[in-house]
């Protein structure tokens, strides 16, 4: 079983899908675990999702797919299990924040906030690595070796 969700092929494709996404993901994981880049750290996010109505343990499960999620993702290890956590994360943040922004990213500064563009690219690029594995040198190819 294990092996069947590590299994993936020598694609570069999957491999830069899987960094670029881990990539980006990682800082909003760094800003809700150490408060860097602006964030407010775990204990402020952890209050402010709680506040807002969100069980704990799925604030914790947001953190974590935000910021295990994105190091996996980058190191391609659990890269399936990682991009599935961010997937799941991205949609429901495009449902219940950005959705009643509309589709486009705030360029002009002209609505109080940003529509759902970064969330489905996201969401496209993390279902990539879940159809698809990690790819090319990542750690689930190293430990399960060979193609699909």
């Avoid at 947001?62 to 599935?84: D, N």
């Avoid at 922004?101 to 879940?130: D, R, Y």
């Amino acid at each position: 079983m294990l092996t069947k969700l590590l299994r993936t092929r020598n694609d570069w494709v999957l491999t830069l899908i899987r960094v670029v996404a881990g990539g980006v993901m990682l800082p909003h994981g760094m800003q809700k675990v150490f408060g860097w880049f602006g964030g407010g750290g775990f204990t402020t996010t952890m209050h402010f999702f709680t506040q807002r109505g969100y069980s704990a343990p799925l604030v914790y499960l947001l953190i974590a797919s935000e910021f295990f999620g994105a190091l996996g993702m980058i190191l391609g290890f659990l890269s399936r299990i990682a991009a599935f956590g961010v997937a799941v994360d991205m949609t429901v943040a495009a449902i219940t924040v950005t959705s009643r922004f509309g589709m486009f990213i705030n360029w002009a500064g002209n609505q109080k906030g940003e529509g759902m563009e970064f969330q489905f690219l996201m969401v496209a690029m993390a279902l990539a690595i879940v159809i698809g594995g990690g790819g090319a040198f990542s750690v689930d190819r190293a430990v399960a070796g060979g193609d699909q």
